[in-house]
C-alpha cells in the first residue's frame, strides 16, 4: 500500500487512526503492529510470512545474545549468526537474480551448472532487515533487550517507515513503545509533515518525473533537454525520498513516535562528504555506526587502511541501492571522492575560502547530477550514452523538445528548485516578522495553503496517476 | 478568549484534515463494502479484494468531477500548456496533445478503385477532407506538438487530386486560418461547432449539385437566415474539456440550429432500433440534452442524432428532389447529416467503424446511392475500415440478377401479443452474402400505437438484427407500395426475416395487417 493512495487515505489511515485513539494505551501497540503487517500484506501478502520469520529469527537472536555472558565466544557466533542470517536473506531475494546473471556474463561455463534465478524482490526488504540488524547489534553492544515479541515486531514493521525508512534505530523509539503521548501539538505538527511530504510527493517529484522518464527513454537528446532530464531527475529523487520521510516522520508523529529527519536539504552541500550528511542521513548514520566505525573509522594507523574502510562503506552503499552494476560504480565513485576529499583539504577551504567554496561547489552538485545519471539509466551503456549527450554527443544544443518541456514544466522546475534549499523557509520566517503587527497571519496562510495543495494532491490520485515510490526498490 | 488563544493555526489545520478525511472515508465507505462484495460473489481471495478496493476508489469516489476540475486548475495555473493528454492551442482552444502520423498510400490506392468502381456503376463519389482543429499553416500549434494533421490531410488531398477523384477540401472554409478554427469550432471539444457544420453542410450541398446537374436543392434550405438558432450559455465541456475539467480550458456554448421553415422527415437508426418521424426536431435533435447542463457525463454535440451509430437513414418526402446520398462518416457528420436530410430525399449514413453487417461496397450496391460521399477526419485515418470496401463481393452481386422467389403475394395479419418481441417469421436460411428485394402493398397498423412496422434480417446467434427498416403506413403513397432491398452477412447458421408489428423491442400489444407481401433472392 502506498501513502499516496486513495485506498491509504479514506480507508487504512482514518480506521487505523480512529481504532488507535479508542484503544486502552496499552492495546495500542498490538493493534499497530496488526494494521502494519496488513499495510505489508496490501502490497506483498505472501511476503508477510518473510516479515514475521525475521521478526521472529531477530527476536530469538537478541534474546539469546541478552542471556548468554557479555565477552564470551558463543555471544559473538550469535551475534554473527544473526547477521548472516539477515544478510541471507537479502542476498537471496535482493542479489541472487544479479549474481547468477552476471555469472553467466563472465563465466559462460556456469550456463550449464544453473539457470539465472528469478526471486522476486519483497518490497522494503533492505529497509526491514538494516532495521532489525541494527537492533540485535545494539542489544549486543548493550542496549536491553525487548522481550515482549510483538512490541519487536511493532518496532521492525511498524508502517509509516516499513518499506521506504528512515532506518530507524531501537534507542530512538524504545521508550516510545513503552510510554508515548501524544499531545495535541505533537499531531499537529505530525499532520503538517505529513502535508508536507504528500505535496512533495504528488507535486513535484510525480510531476518531474515526467520530464526525467522521457529524457531517459530516449536514444537521442539535445544537450540541453539531456540536463532538463536529469535536473528534473535530481529534484524528482529528492523530492520522492525526502517526501516518503515526511510523510513517514508526520505518521509516526500522529501515532506518538518521533523519528529522527532523514534528510536536510542536500542539494546546498558544499562537498560530497556533506552531502552524505545530508542525505539519507539515516542510512548514512547506520553504516557509519555498523560497518565503517568496527572498521576503525579513520581513527586507524594508516592511509591504506582508511582507504580500505571508506572502500568497503561506499562498496556496500552501491551494493545496498541495488543490485547492478549500475549502482556499484555510483556507489563506489561517490567512495573516491569521499576519499580524496578525507586525505586532502578540500572540506577545510571550502569553509574558508569562499574562492574554492563556491567552485566546488558547484563541482559538487555536478558530481551528485552525474552520480543519478547512473542512478537512473537502466545498465551502464545506457548511462555512458545520458553522460555523452549531456556533453554534446547528440549534436544539438537546444531543439523544440526541450522548448515545449521547459514550458509546461517551467513552474513546477522553478518552485522544485527553490523548495530544495532552505530559502523558502528563511523568505517565511522574515515575512512574519514584518507581517506580526499587521496581525497578518503568514502561517495560517501556508497552512492553508498547504491544506489546498494536499487537495491537489489528492485530484492526482482521483485521476489515478501512476505514483510509486522509487525508493520502493530497496 | 481562552480559548481562542489555545486554538493555532497549526492545530486547526489538524482539525480540518480530520474532518476531510474522516468525512471523505464515510462518504466512500461504499466502496469497501462494494469490493467485498464483488470479492466474495466472484469466490476471489485477498488479493482480488485489493484489487476491487483500488479500482474501486478511482471509478466511484464521490466528487470525482470536483477534483478534476480542480487538478485541472493547479495545471492551468503551473503553467501547464500540454497536459493529460490534451494541449492549449495559441489562440487558448483544446485539442488533442498528439496524433499519429498516417502513411496514406494504401488509403489512396484503396479510395481510387473505389472510386473507378463507383464510377462504372453509374454512382458519383466525393471525397470530403475534413479539418482537424488546427489551422491549416498549424500557426496555432504550441512549440513542441505536432498533430501531423495537416500532413496526412495535405497528402490525402493532393494524392487523391492527382488519380482524378474528386475532392472538397472543407480545410479551406472552416480551418484555412487560425481566426476559422476560433469561430468555427469549439474550445474544449475536438469537433466543429454548428457554426462550422453549417458551412460543411452549404458547401456539400453546392458539391452534390454540381455533380447531378438535373437535381435541384431548394436554396432556403441552405439559406441561414432560415435557420433559428438558439444559444445555451455555458452548456458543453468537449472531449477534451472532460479530460482537464472546467477550470483549465473552460466550457462552451451550444447553439442548436433548427430550420424555421416546415420539414417532414423521418430517421432511422438501425441497430438501435430508434425510428422519429416528425418536424426535423423531432426527427434529428435529442432534446434531453437541454435539459440541463451535465459537463461530465454527457456531450451535448450529440444533441443530434444521440450519437455514432452503424446505419442512420433519413427519409424526407418534401425535399424537392429526388437525391439518394449515402455518406461514409466519422462523428463529425452528426450536425451535417442532421442538415443534409432537409436538403435532400434521402441520406443514409454508415460509420464504417461499427458496420459489419457487409461490406461498404455490397450496401451501396443494394442501396443504390446517387452520390457517395467519403468524409473523414485526419485523427481517423489510421482506422483500415476507412479505405477496406470489399468491392469484390459487390460485383459479385452485381452479378447476381437470375430471380428466385421466396414467397409472393402473401397477406400477413400479426395479432397483438404482450410480448415487446412480438413477431411473425417469414423466411428460414436465408443465404449469406447474398441480395434480397422484400416488397409490400400495404400495411394496417392496430393495437397499441406504432410509427411503423419493422423489417429484418435475424442473425443466427438470435440476439441481433443486421439489416432493417421501419416501414410507416403514412409515408406510402396510394398504390405504390413499399420495395426495400438488402445484403444478408456472410455468416453462418439459420438467418431469418422477420417483420415486427411496431418497433423492435417496443411491439407489445400492436398488431398489423401486411398485403401482399414478396421476397425475391437475386441469383
Given amino acids: 500500500m502506498l501513502f499516496t493512495s486513495l485506498e491509504f487515505l479514506f480507508a487504512f489511515f482514518p480506521v487505523t487512526l480512529a481504532v488507535n485513539y479508542i484503544l486502552p494505551p496499552k492495546a495500542r501497540n498490538y493493534w499497530l503492529l496488526i494494521t502494519s503487517l496488513l499495510f505489508y500484506a496490501w502490497g506483498e501478502p505472501k511476503f508477510v510470512i518473510m516479515m514475521l520469520i525475521s521478526i521472529i529469527m531477530n527476536y530469538f537472536f537478541a534474546l539469546f545474545i541478552h542471556l548468554v555472558k557479555k565477552r564470551t565466544v558463543p555471544r559473538r557466533i550469535i551475534l554473527a549468526a544473526a547477521v548472516v542470517a539477515n544478510l541471507s536473506i537479502l542476498f537471496v531475494y535482493k542479489y541472487m537474480n544479479f549474481v547468477t546473471a552476471s555469472l553467466h556474463d563472465f563465466f559462460p561455463a556456469t550456463k550449464t551448472l544453473f539457470d539465472v534465478s528469478q526471486y522476486v524482490l519483497p518490497i522494503g526488504i533492505s529497509f526491514f532487515t538494516f532495521q532489525a540488524m541494527s537492533y540485535v547489534i545494539d542489544v549486543y553492544r548493550g542496549i536491553p533487550v525487548q522481550k515482549n515479541i510483538f512490541y519487536l515486531g511493532l518496532y521492525i514493521a511498524f508502517f509509516p517507515q516499513l518499506i521506504a525508512g528512515p532506518i530507524v534505530r531501537y534507542t530512538t523509539i524504545a521508550d516510545q513503545i513503552n510510554n508515548r503521548k501524544t499531545t495535541v501539538d505533537m499531531f499537529s505538527r505530525g499532520v503538517l509533515r505529513f502535508f508536507y511530504g504528500f505535496n512533495k510527493k504528488m507535486l513535484l517529484a510525480n510531476i518531474l518525473a515526467q520530464v526525467a522518464d522521457y529524457a531517459f527513454a530516449q536514444g537521442e537528446l539535445s544537450v540541453a533537454m539531456a540536463w532538463l532530464g536529469i535536473i528534473c531527475y535530481t529534484l524528482q529523487i529528492f523530492f520522492d525520498f525526502s517526501g516518503y520521510s515526511e510523510m513517514a516522520i508526520g505518521l509516526g508523529l500522529m501515532f506518538g513516535f518521533k523519528f529522527l529527519e532523514n534528510f536536510d536539504y542536500p542539494y546546498i552541500s558544499k562537498t560530497i562528504t556533506e552531502f552524505w550528511r545530508r542525505w539519507h542521513m539515516s542510512l548514512g548514520t547506520w553504516f557509519r555506526d555498523y560497518v565503517y566505525f568496527p572498521l576503525g573509522g579513520s581513527r586507524v594507523k594508516s592511509k591504506a587502511r582508511l582507504v580500505f574502510n571508506l572502500f568497503i562503506v561506499w562498496f556496500a552503499t552501491g551494493v545496498w541501492h541495488g543490485a547492478s552494476w549500475n549502482f556499484i560504480l555510483w556507489g563506489v565513485l561517490y567512495g573516491i571522492i569521499i576519499t580524496i576529499e578525507k586525505l586532502t583539504s578540500i572540506p577545510s577551504l571550502s569553509n574558508k575560502k569562499r574562492g574554492f567554496a563556491i567552485p566546488y561547489q558547484v563541482f559538487t552538485i555536478l558530481m551528485v547530477m552525474c552520480g543519478w545519471v547512473l542512478f537512473r539509466a537502466i545498465d551502464l551503456p545506457s548511462a555512458t550514452n545520458y553522460l555523452k549527450m549531456m556533453f554534446g554527443a547528440g549534436g544539438t544544443v537546444i531543439d523544440n523538445t526541450f522548448l515545449y518541456y521547459l514550458q509546461n514544466y517551467f513552474v513546477i522546475l522553478a518552485v522544485g528548485i527553490l523548495c530544495s534549499t532552505p530559502l523558502l523557509g528563511f523568505v517565511s520566517r522574515k515575512l512574519q516578522v514584518v507581517s506580526r503587527p499587521m496581525g497578518i497571519g503568514v502561517k495560517t496562510v501556508a497552512y492553508a495553503t498547504q491544506f489546498l495543495l494536499f487537495l491537489v494532491g489528492v485530484s492526482f490520485l482521483v485521476m489515478n496517476a501512476h505514483n510509486p515510490f522509487i525508493y520502493f526498490n530497496f | ?523
Fill in chain 2, 1 to 523: 478568549m481562552k480559548l481562542l488563544r489555545k486554538i493555532s493555526g497549526l492545530r486547526i489545520l489538524a482539525a480540518v484534515l480530520l474532518i476531510y478525511i474522516f468525512l471523505t472515508a464515510a462518504i466512500n465507505s461504499p466502496v469497501l463494502l462494494n469490493a467485498y462484495k464483488l470479492t466474495t460473489e466472484n469466490g476471489g481471495g485477498f488479493s482480488e479484494f485489493i484489487n476491487n478496493v483500488k479500482t474501486g476508489y478511482t471509478s466511484q469516489i464521490k466528487g470525482k468531477n470536483d477534483y478534476i476540475n480542480l487538478n485541472g486548475l493547479f495545471a492551468k495555473y503551473s503553467g501547464r500548456k500540454v497536459y493529460n493528454g490534451v494541449a492549449t492551442l495559441k489562440n487558448g482552444m483544446l485539442t488533442n496533445d498528439k496524433l499519429k502520423a498516417v502513411d496514406t498510400t494504401l488509403a489512396i490506392n484503396n479510395i481510387s478503385e473505389f472510386d473507378k468502381w463507383l464510377e462504372d456503376s453509374g454512382r458519383e463519389f466525393v471525397y470530403v477532407q475534413e479539418p482537424h482543429k488546427v489551422d491549416m499553416k498549424n500557426e496555432l500549434l504550441p512549440v513542441g506538438v505536432d498533430l501531423h494533421a495537416t500532413d496526412t490531410a495535405n497528402t490525402m488531398v493532393s494524392g487523391l487530386e492527382e488519380n482524378g477523384i474528386d475532392v472538397l477540401d472543407l480545410r479551406e472554409y472552416v480551418a484555412k486560418t487560425p481566426e476559422d478554427v476560433e469561430k468555427y469550432f469549439y474550445k474544449t471539444d475536438h469537433h466543429w461547432n454548428n457554426l462550422g457544420a453549417f458551412l460543411a453542410y452549404q458547401k456539400i450541398v453546392e458539391k452534390v449539385e454540381s455533380l447531378l446537374p438535373n437535381e435541384k436543392v431548394n436554396s432556403k434550405y441552405t439559406n441561414t437566415e432560415n435557420w433559428k438558432k438558439t444559444t445555451y450559455e455555458d452548456w458543453f465541456l468537449g472531449t477534451h474539456g472532460k479530460r482537464v475539467g472546467v477550470n483549465f480550458g473552460g466550457v462552451d456554448d451550444y447553439v442548436l440550429y433548427e430550420p424555421k421553415f416546415d420539414t417532414e422527415i423521418s430517421t432511422y437508426i438501425t441497430n438501435h432500433l430508434a425510428y422519429y418521424s416528425g418536424d426535423f426536431t423531432e426527427a434529428n435533435v435529442r432534446k434531453e440534452y437541454f435539459d440541463q447542463p451535465n459537463y461530465f457525463e454527457e456531450s451535448p454535440y450529440c444533441a443530434y442524432i444521440g450519437g455514432d451509430y452503424h446505419v442512420v437513414q433519413h427519409r424526407n418526402e418534401n425535399a424537392g428532389n429526388n437525391i439518394k446520398a449515402l455518406i461514409l462518416k466519422d462523428s463529425f457528420q452528426l450536425p451535417v447529416q442532421s442538415f443534409l436530410s432537409t436538403a435532400f430525399a434521402e441520406v443514409e449514413v454508415l460509420d464504417p467503424r461499427y458496420y459489419n453487417s457487409s461490406s461498404i461496397a455490397e450496401y451501396i450496391e443494394v442501396y443504390d446511392p446517387d452520390v457517395v460521399m467519403l468524409m473523414v477526419n485526419p485523427s481517423v485515418m489510421y482506422h483500415k475500415v476507412y479505405y477496406n470496401y470489399g468491392i469484390d463481393y459487390a460485383k459479385k452481386l452485381a452479378k447476381a440478377t437470375e430471380k428466385s422467389t421466396i414467397y409472393k403475394n402473401v397477406d400477413l395479419n400479426i395479432k397483438p401479443h404482450e410480448s415487446q418481441y412480438n413477431y411473425i417469421n417469414t423466411a428460414n436460411n436465408l443465404t449469406p452474402g447474398a441480395k434480397y428485394t422484400f416488397s409490400l402493398k400495404d400495411v394496417t397498423l392496430n393495437g397499441k400505437s406504432q410509427p411503423g412496422i419493422t423489417v429484418a434480417v435475424f442473425h443466427p446467434d438470435g440476439k441481433r438484427l443486421h439489416a432493417s427498416v421501419v416501414v410507416d403506413p403514412s409515408k406510402l403513397k396510394d398504390g405504390e407500395g413499399f420495395e426495400w432491398s438488402f445484403v444478408t452477412p456472410r455468416v453462418k447458421g439459420n438467418l431469418k426475416l422477420i417483420i415486427y408489428p411496431g418497433i423492435y423491442g417496443k411491439a407489445a400489444n400492436s398488431g398489423a395487417t401486411i398485403d401482399d407481401i414478396t421476397l425475391i433472392e437475386y441469383k
